[in-house]
């Protein structure tokens, strides 16, 4: 994903180019194969090859790794998700007090909404 934020729109061999490491060209084809069908890269044709571009932006791939991870930790039984909230409040907690008052704040104004929606 980076090197696709960073250069644009690129085909396979230029991704494999730029990696800092040596990987086989089939797979780097392979994972960007698994992106595309994700929905996380866009392609198109060009030649015999396809080029790839990121679907979303760095700020919207931040958000959705994030939601999948939280989702994850939400789906599953009651221990998980108490200690998921706990570690999450005790973690902001400590890097910034200013965040755990905008978490708050944001609790808040989430709740408001949700009370505001038509009961079905």
């Known amino acids: ?39 996380l890269l866009a392609r ?8 790839y571009s990121p679907a ?3 700020t919207e791939w931040e958000h959705k790794r994030t939601g999948d991870f939280v989702a994850g930790f939400l789906s599953v039984a009651e ?3 108490d200690l998921l909230i706990s570690c999450l409040v005790e973690a902001v907690g400590r890097h910034d007090e200013g965040l755990l008052d905008e978490l708050e704040k944001k609790i808040k104004l989430r709740r408001k909404e949700l009370y505001r929606r038509p009961k079905p």
């Open 1 to 39: 994903m980076e090197i696709l934020w960073t250069r644009g729109e690129s085909n396979v061999r230029d991704v494999v180019d730029r990696l800092g490491r040596p990987l086989a060209y089939t797979t780097v084809m392979t994972t960007l194969d698994r992106l595309f069908k994700k929905g």
């Open 44 to 51: 198109r044709k060009c030649d015999r090859a396809f080029l």
């Open 56 to 58: 979303l932006n760095r």
């Open 79 to 81: 221990p998980a998700r």
